[in-house]
């Protein structure tokens, strides 16, 4: 979770590079939480990588129809 708001935050300061790796750790740790990739979609639009903004958004409404993936698990990692 702490990896999620810090690329969160990084992104909203517009610090893309720091904000990449922190979304992508995110998305590691828990591949199945929706926001992360909505997040990457944005960040990709931001890099004008267009095609994966797209990838990342299509992935992020996918997942967020189960709404098990709209939390964040507490787990120990």
Not at 15 to 33: I, R, W
Request: glycine share 4%; no cysteine; net charge positive.
């Amino acid at each position: 979770m702490a990896n999620y708001h810090l690329g969160r935050l990084l992104l909203t300061l517009g610090d893309n590079a720091e904000a990449e790796k922190f979304l992508l750790t995110a998305a590691d740790l828990d591949p199945k939480f929706a926001r992360t990739y909505y997040l990457l979609g944005n960040l990709r639009k931001k890099q004008n990588r267009r095609e994966e903004a797209e990838r990342y958004w299509a992935l992020f409404k996918d997942l967020d129809k189960v709404p098990e993936n709209r939390v964040f698990p507490l787990t120990d990692r």
